[in-house]
């Protein structure tokens, strides 16, 4: 991918020229860097020296102990360390600025949302361990993971980060009682939560739940446990379907429900476009529930991989 080329050569140039203790050395004290990043991101400590009234200049740390409640003297080893990487830089003895990659620290930036994706050295020190499980270590199962390891569940990644955080919304916002004696399609519908609660509370409406056999395994558990009289009459359903190959329901009687589908179509939306919905009559209903993030629109956003057809 071209646009990864000038970070490749840059790596390659730096290998290249470097010792190979040093490369070791570097690895050896990363870990502290995102600790440290941490710090700066959750303490606000980014943000007090964004919002300094001379930013070149930067602050003292007993502003940044007065301000924040944190000992002086640790927080200027933190801030000394991050020098070393480039986020900071010492002005004067103890006084310390942003440099140009420190401001995307600040709250609300891209850096700063990235950066507090929780668990994340959790999981990366679960490596070793999920490499050697004994029962996972050849499985490619979207459950058997170092985010299953660390939070002791059965969960894929969507349904453990979304939940069903947005159900309660989902089912108030839209008059499903317009669809009744439906069929509904919950393509990529997971471990079914979304479907079994409206299966709950729409008894007239029927679900198929479409997704890959690892989600599908629980979805069917939880139907039996949520909604066995349900699952007995035929009102909701499993059955395997991949998103990137034609959709095996087909016609007009169908309803169509996609969930976070703006996420995976601006990565392959031609792929998608052209399998899943392919033959598809102009009668046939698409339903997305969907998050929508103005502030994600950058001047990236022409990039080619980002075209939404």
Known sequence: RPWYLPKLFQGQLKHLLQFPIEKASEEAYAVYDRACLDVMIHTGLSDCLGNAPDRKN?????ILQKKLDIDSRKITIILRYLCTQGWVRETKEGVFALNR?????????????RLRTPYAPEIAGTLVKWLQHPEWKYSDSAVHTSLQMVHNMDLPLFDWALGD???????ADYPWK???????????????????????????????IQDLPEALSIAKSQIQNALPQAEE????????QDFFQPQCRRGDSYHYLFRHILYVGYIFPPRMSSECFADMTG?????????????????DWNHPNRQIS
């Open 233 to 240: 009459e035929g009102r909701i359903v499993t059955e395997f």
């Open 58 to 62: 930067g602050l003292h740390v007993a």
């Open 165 to 171: 955080t947005y159900i309660g919304g989902t089912l």
């Open 178 to 208: 317009s669809l009744e004696g439906r069929r509904i399609i919950d393509c990529g519908g997971g471990t079914g939560t979304l479907s079994i609660e409206l299966a709950k509370t729409f008894p007239s409406l029927q679900f198929i």
């Open 283 to 299: 009668q046939t209903k698409l339903r997305c529930v969907d998050l929508v993030h103005p502030d994600y629109i950058n001047s």
């Open 101 to 113: 990659p420190g401001y995307e620290l600040l709250q609300g930036t891209q850096g700063w949302k």
